[in-house]
């Protein structure tokens, strides 16, 4: 168990559908992460919350829509997706302060296909 | 631009040792991480170099070089559980991860 847990674990989707994702984190880390891990390519980082504010969004397509509203929790809200879109979506928080080591923790996923 | 290299895939006997290596060219440095990551499961943390040098964690040993852009991951006395792919990511600038594409380690008996 990481301390970071995601909803739902798999979900099968319309391009025309809008669905959310969810993550949670029960650490008291202050910075949340979203990344996209295709077969056999680098996880590819798309939003950083840091203290609720998003750091970076890595000029993903405005068709992935972050929300932070609180330190504890983030949402990936998806709409009109494309089927390259599917993928494996990882959530990850940290505790950032200054140039400290901390390691990011992750959740277990969420497998996403869009059809 | 920021790039990190890892072997695809790696194969290796049960009760060996496997080194696993990583090169990276990144706009700044604060620090490589190995990550372990089960197939169909979350990436999990293994160990952090900011300093040349190498750090040892059990079975596990991690090496850096920051002049050559280099760290290798050492695995001892491998065991089955051991199969997994294994993910290099360095801390750039910015403080954020870059992360290689990963090593698929397969142990066999």
């Known amino acids: 168990e990481t301390g970071v847990t995601q909803t739902p674990r798999h979900l099968v989707m319309g391009m025309t559908n809008k669905k959310s994702l969810k993550c949670e984190q029960h650490?008291?880390?202050?910075?949340m992460y979203w990344y996209k891990q295709s077969a056999k390519k680098p996880l590819e980082l798309m939003f950083v919350?840091?203290?609720?504010?998003?750091?970076e969004n890595n000029s993903v397509p405005s068709r992935f829509s972050p929300e932070c509203p609180n330190s504890s929790h983030l949402f990936l809200h998806l709409h009109t997706l494309q089927p390259e879109d599917s993928a494996l979506y990882l959530c990850?928080?940290?505790?950032?302060?200054?140039?400290?080591?901390?390691?990011?923790?992750f959740g277990p996923g969420t497998r996403l296909t869009v059809t | 631009g920021q790039n990190i290299d890892q072997p695809t895939e790696m194969t290796a006997t049960e009760g060996a040792i496997v080194q696993i290596n990583c090169t990276y060219q990144?706009?700044?440095?604060?620090?490589l991480f190995w990550y372990q990551q089960h197939a169909g499961e979350a990436p999990t943390f293994l160990s952090y170099?900011?300093l040349d040098g190498l750090e040892e964690k059990g079975r596990f040993s991690s090496f850096l070089s920051r002049s050559k852009g280099y760290s290798y991951l050492l695995l001892k006395e491998l065991q089955m559980k051991d199969s997994a792919s294994y993910l290099c990511?360095?801390?750039?600038?910015?403080?954020?991860?870059?992360w290689g594409a990963g090593t698929k380690l397969i142990i066999k008996p």
């Open positions: 990850a928080s940290s505790q950032e302060e200054g140039s400290g080591s901390y390691e990011q923790y």
């Open positions: 650490l008291g880390h202050n910075a």
């Open positions: 919350y840091s203290l609720e504010e998003r750091v």
């Open positions: 990144t706009s700044g440095f604060n620090g």
């Open positions: 170099n900011v």
């Open positions: 990511a360095v801390r750039d600038t910015n403080y954020q991860l870059i």
